[in-house]
Nanobody, 121 residues
Framework: QMQLVESGGGLVQPGGSLRLSCAPS????????MSWYRQAPGKQREMVAT???????TYAGSVKGRFTISRVSATNTMYLQMNGLKPEDTAVYYC???????????????WGQGTQVSVSS
């Protein structure tokens, strides 16, 4: 079973920056995509950014130009650099990986435990 360990959340003032990281552990046959999702109180979980195994990226419109997703291929560690943070970015941020763990198995989604990001003055 793969585990995703997140770190980097915290409290920051509007306009500030944070960097989240997500490190997968366990054996992986094929890591298809890695993504960041977030969930604010009373709202549904939403996709923030996705990066494919080939390095292609997709962003939610609300974060485009402010957030950057990246991944280190050697370790599969994923990062989310968040600049120009706004109060509406306040949420629990979750790491997601879509992967096949063993040859012959189906792909599945795996989730981290979540890390709180709070943007407030």
């Amino acid at each position: 079973q793969m585990q995703l360990v997140e770190s980097g959340g915290g409290l920051v003032q509007p306009g500030g920056s944070l960097r989240l990281s997500c490190a997968p552990s366990g054996s992986i046959f094929n890591l298809i995509t890695m993504s960041w999702y977030r969930q604010a109180p009373g709202k549904q979980r939403e996709m923030v950014a996705t990066i494919t195994s080939g390095g292609s990226t997709t962003y939610a419109g609300s974060v485009k130009g402010r957030f950057t997703i990246s991944r280190v291929s050697a370790t599969n560690t994923m990062y989310l650099q968040m600049n120009g943070l706004k109060p509406e970015d306040t949420a629990v941020y979750y790491c997601n990986a879509r992967a096949v763990l063993r040859l012959g198995e189906y792909e599945d989604d795996y989730w981290g435990q979540g890390t709180q990001v709070s943007v407030s003055s």
